[in-house]
Every structure is written in C-alpha cells, then in structure tokens.
C-alpha cells in the first residue's frame, strides 16, 4: 500500500494550487481518504475527507468554500483544489487511508492506517 503525494510548491497568497494523491496496492473504493496538513510547530489537522466509492466529502472549516477534494477512481488518485491561499494554508500537506472507510471516525487523524509522505505548501508573497 502506498500513497505518493504531488502538486506542492510556493504561491503567493489569493492564488491556487492543485495536490494529487496517487495510490497503488489497493483499491480506493473499500476507503475514505482525507487530507491533511501539518505546520511547523503545530500537529496535524485534518483538511478534507472523501469517501472513494460514493463520493461524500467533508471539510473542515478552514477548507469550507476555498477547498475541493474529488476522486478519480480509475487513475486511483484523489485530488485537492486548494483556491483563495493564504499564509495560515502553510505546511507539509499529506493525504491517508481509512481501512474503516466512512463514518463518524473519518476526521479522527489516528483513524488513518495509511499514508503518504506528504508535500509542501508555501503560502508567502
């Protein structure tokens, strides 16, 4: 099971990103992936949720109306459109998978049993 995490980099704030999660060794419909994100100093919080068979999502709010996280289950990827960046969206962004897939557990980030090894975001002008 693996997960590799892309679409990091530096933007200037007001702009947008796009980071892309692509798994291999399992299939993403028997789980609920989430984003997360960590700053320096700071633990990780939990950005977006989705569930891979059925499509329902969640965000924090932090994330409400700025973020998206959709999936394409034939590239087994999961994305997360991140728009309206600020300096506060800094940090090591990684997505993960929930063998428990969807329920009231998914924003729990102990709840994830894999994970990728993140990529980073720079929010700075």
């Known amino acids: 099971v693996q997960f590799v995490e892309s679409g990091g980099g530096l933007v200037k704030p007001g702009g947008s990103r796009r980071l892309s999660c692509v798994a291999s060794?399992?299939?993403?419909?028997?789980?609920?992936i989430g984003w997360f994100r960590q700053a320096p100093g700071k633990e990780r919080e939990g950005v977006s949720y989705?569930?891979?068979?059925?499509?329902?999502?969640v965000y924090a709010d932090s994330a409400k109306v700025r973020f998206t996280i959709s999936r394409d289950k034939a590239k087994y990827t999961v994305h997360l459109r991140m728009n309206r960046l600020n300096p506060d969206d800094t940090g090591v962004y990684y997505c993960?998978?929930?063998?428990?897939?969807?329920?009231?557990?998914?924003?729990?980030?102990?709840?994830?049993?894999?994970w990728g090894q993140g990529t980073q975001v720079t929010v700075s002008s």
């Open positions: 060794g399992f299939t993403l419909d028997d789980y609920a």
């Open positions: 993960a998978a929930n063998r428990r897939g969807w329920g009231p557990w998914i924003q729990d980030v102990y709840e994830y049993d894999y």
């Open positions: 989705i569930a891979a068979s059925h499509g329902n999502t």
